[in-house]
């Protein structure tokens, strides 16, 4: 059985499967023989859904490509239509947004940014309308959960509570609608054949420039994190009430980044806000305040995670 093995700094032997090609996702200290015996024990779950893959990437090719001007004229479509259904969704969900922009993706449909700007793919014109307000609702719902834990579809199925049949509709049918903008296998072959008629020169080159992109890639994502970052020092909790119930009422005194003092009486109690912890104040808004400051401090530990890729590329 053949797979292709990428080692990396996580703790657990993970598998996936896409395009027909199996990828095993192993931890730097890993052995190969760790490796074989995992995808060995995984043997029954890997035939199935690889040839279930592999079948789906056949009946890809079988999917007529949209043209240039199908795709220009579906992107003017939607640029109609979505936002039209973001208004109607957003005074229901009780949200505000950013700007919307549309796009013609491969693999998502749609996303929402920290400072509410949104981006649905064009593809979605091709969907039955309770499907587009399905991805609608899902990235609206983001503007008060930036994650996708329990009360994050709390709220979406509240505001559509058929929300998991229309999201099964996407898991099911999505795929075909993404082969129509994909390369074929007849492409993707062709572009893996010439790749191989390089010189070594030619491959140390691309590979070098290829290098060089990456680090400038993470260079970026990292200042453009750090600028949104900078946009949470706006949000003053300094004098707000909030309420902890082992201590009471009290009132915010101090804010670091994602850490608050609170100030009961005369005892003063520190406070990461994070909506992994339980124990934590609640404030009036507090739906909005601990859904921004959990994304702070996911927007931390992602410019630490992209320095350390920088540092090992480097090295």
């Known amino acids: 059985m053949?797979?292709?093995?990428?080692?990396?700094?996580i703790k657990w032997l993970t598998l996936t499967i896409t395009e027909g090609r199996m990828k095993v996702n192993a931890p730097l200290e890993a052995t190969d023989e760790d490796i074989r015996r995992f995808v060995e024990k995984n043997g029954e779950w890997i035939e199935r859904n690889l040839a279930e893959s592999q079948e789906r990437e056949r009946e890809k090719d079988s999917i007529r490509r949209l043209t240039k001007d199908e795709l220009a004229e579906l992107k003017r479509r939607a640029e109609e239509a979505i936002p039209?259904?973001?208004?109607?969704?957003?005074?229901?969900?009780?949200?505000?947004?950013?700007?919307?922009?549309?796009g013609a993706q491969r693999s998502r449909w749609g996303s929402c940014q920290s400072n509410g700007d949104l981006n649905f793919n064009c593809l979605l014109m091709?969907?039955?309308?309770?499907?587009?307000?399905?991805?609608?609702?899902?990235?609206?719902?983001?503007?008060?959960?930036?994650?996708?834990?329990?009360?994050?579809?709390?709220?979406?199925?509240?505001?559509?509570p058929d929300y998991y049949k229309y999201n099964g509709w996407l898991d099911e049918n999505g795929w075909r609608l993404m082969?129509?903008?994909?390369?074929?296998?007849?492409?993707?072959?062709?572009?893996?054949?010439?790749r191989k008629t390089l010189s070594p020169q030619e491959r140390a080159e691309r590979k070098a420039a290829k290098r060089l992109a990456k680090l400038s890639e993470l260079g970026q994502r990292i200042e453009e994190l750090e600028?949104?970052?900078?946009?949470?020092?706006?949000?003053?909790?300094?004098?707000?009430?909030?309420?902890?119930?082992q201590y009471g009422e009290g009132t915010v005194v101090r804010q670091e980044l994602?850490?608050?003092s609170i100030r009961f009486g005369d005892t003063?109690?520190?406070?990461?806000?994070n909506e992994k912890y339980t124990i934590r104040p609640r404030f009036e808004d507090d739906e909005r305040i601990i859904a921004a400051f959990t994304e702070l401090?996911?927007?931390?530990?992602?410019?630490?995670?992209?320095?350390?890729?920088m540092e090992k590329m480097n090295g």
């Open 2 to 9: 053949e797979y292709e093995i990428i080692r990396s700094n």
């Open 84 to 102: 039209e259904r973001v208004k109607v969704w957003s005074r229901i969900v009780g949200v505000t947004y950013g700007k919307i922009t549309i």
């Open 126 to 160: 091709l969907t039955p309308l309770p499907v587009l307000d399905s991805v609608v609702v899902h990235e609206l719902c983001h503007r008060a959960f930036m994650n996708h834990k329990k009360n994050f579809y709390e709220k979406i199925l509240r505001i559509f």
């Open 179 to 194: 082969a129509m903008i994909s390369p074929t296998s007849e492409e993707k072959a062709a572009k893996k054949a010439a």
């Open 227 to 245: 600028k949104e970052c900078a946009e949470y020092a706006a949000i003053s909790l300094i004098g707000v009430r909030a309420s902890v119930p």
């Open 258 to 260: 994602n850490r608050i």
């Open 268 to 273: 003063e109690k520190s406070y990461i806000l």
């Open 297 to 309: 401090a996911r927007k931390r530990e992602r410019i630490e995670e992209l320095k350390r890729e």
